[in-house]
């Protein structure tokens, strides 16, 4: 197995830096952020960040709206892909999408697995970015 971060870095950050142009193109009142961060660095969680922030000024209530790939334990024998989900923030908390609903080992296959499913996530970003609320 390769270097988790860098390997999953090196499958998904291409392609959300240009979806993260094609958001900011489509929904110019939207803030967008690229996520590429460590997480719990000084916690035993030691997780990594992947994805795309959007926040809806403009709604009301106020609210974002977050495309994220979460790896945990990254520093250990057993390094996990904590989440890959489309996520509504406060008020509301709503998984649009998800693609396990646990986390899960991460090996080469699991990688690629999100690797495959990064484009289903990114159609749900936008469905719901054009929607501009979670589904009733």
Same mark, same amino acid.
């Given at each position: 197995?390769?270097? *988790? ?8 950050? #291409?392609?959300?830096?240009?979806? &993260?142009?094609? %958001?900011?193109?489509?929904? *110019? ?16 969680? =030691? ?12 709604? /009301?209530? #106020? ?17 996990? %892909?904590?989440? $890959?989900?489309?996520?509504?923030? =406060? #008020?509301?908390?709503? %998984?649009? $999408? ?17 690797? =495959?499913?990064?484009?289903? &996530?990114?159609? /749900? ?7 501009? $609320?979670?589904? =009733?």
């Amino acid at each position: 197995m390769t270097q *988790p971060i860098e390997h999953l870095r090196g499958l998904l950050l #291409p392609r959300l830096r240009q979806a &993260l142009g094609r %958001i900011q193109d489509r929904f *110019p009142d939207v803030e967008t952020e690229l996520l590429d961060c460590t997480v719990g660095s000084h916690t035993s969680y =030691q997780g990594y960040h992947l994805g795309i922030d959007c926040d809806l000024v403009l709604s /009301r209530p #106020p609210t974002s709206l977050t495309l994220e790939v979460s790896m945990c334990h990254t520093r250990s024998a057993e390094p996990q %892909i904590d989440c $890959a989900h489309v996520v509504w923030g =406060q #008020p509301y908390g709503d %998984i649009e $999408a998800e693609l396990f609903a646990d986390p899960v080992g991460y090996t080469d296959h699991t990688a690629a697995e999100v690797s =495959q499913g990064l484009d289903e &996530l990114l159609v /749900r970003l936008e469905a719901a970015l054009e929607r501009g $609320a979670p589904v =009733q």
